[in-house]
């Protein structure tokens, strides 16, 4: 029974980052309201650590987008950007500030198909030890 609740999980998410990709992203002018920084240092030697960069924003329905360190060291708070993003898991695809792209998340519908295909073979094809 576990099993089976597990290969439905693993189906369900698959579809929704199939399902994700092929929908169109959603846009919304925003105002950057605040930058943060957070840092992930790991005890364990084999796992990597880093840096996640924030931009929060207000003035629509998404508040907050993790970028790169270049797109972070470029914005500051109050600067006024287009932000582009996924319908249902509200990932940030591309922020521009007028004409000058601050963020562009590259190969991310490659990148979610794969995964979503990778889940679904994973839970079709998973032998159960029985």
Do not use: N
Request: hydrophobic share 40%; with cysteine.
């Amino acid at each position: 029974m576990i099993a089976f609740l597990v290969r439905g999980a693993f189906v369900l998410m698959g579809a929704t980052l199939i399902y994700e990709t092929t929908q169109p992203v959603r846009g919304e002018q925003l105002e950057i309201l605040s930058r943060s920084t957070r840092e992930d240092f790991d005890p364990e030697p084999h796992q990597a650590g880093g840096t996640t960069w924030t931009l929060t924003f207000s003035g629509g329905q998404l508040r907050s987008c993790k970028v790169d360190r270049s797109a972070y060291d470029r914005s500051k708070p109050g600067d006024k950007v287009e932000v582009s993003y996924t319908p249902i898991l509200k990932q940030c695809t591309h922020i521009a500030r007028g004409s000058d792209v601050l963020y562009a998340a590259k190969k991310w519908k490659a990148f979610g198909i794969l995964c979503g295909i990778f889940l679904i073979a994973v839970a079709v094809f998973r032998r159960s030890k029985d």
